[in-house]
């Protein structure tokens, strides 16, 4: 069965994750120092925004194929007559254009 999860609680669940990832970010791009003084808040912005996207499209791109990988017993049956189904060729690769990029994954297929 599905599960729903709501996006809000889990960004209060994990704000110190959240922070402490900004924070490496930060270093990464920045160094020791931190941003030097005069960086136009507009490049900080178009910053957060570049790397935010890429690590929505990461975490799409690894939950997909994870769950590509998981098929759950229910699907090893036809929905019809409930014979068991088997395995495919390799998975088609599939991609979707979502709010921050396209993201990838293979899905398994069964007959």
Known sequence: MAHTTDPAAVV???????QGV??????KVFGPEGMPWGT?????????????QAVSRSMMDQALA???Q??????QACGVC?????????????????????VHWTEPERY
Not at 12 to 18: F, K, R, S, T, Y
Not at 40 to 52: G, M, R, T
Request: cysteine-free; hydrophobic content about 45%.
């Open 82 to 102: 409930g014979t068991t189904v088997q395995a495919g060729p390799p998975g088609q690769p599939r991609v979707l254009t979502t709010t921050v990029g396209t």
């Open 12 to 18: 209060v669940a994990q704000e110190n994750l959240i």
């Open 22 to 27: 900004a924070k490496h970010f930060l270093q």
């Open 70 to 75: 998981a098929v759950p017993a229910a699907a």
């Open 40 to 52: 136009k808040f507009s490049d900080l912005e178009e910053l957060a925004v570049q790397i935010s």
């Open 66 to 68: 994870g769950q590509a």
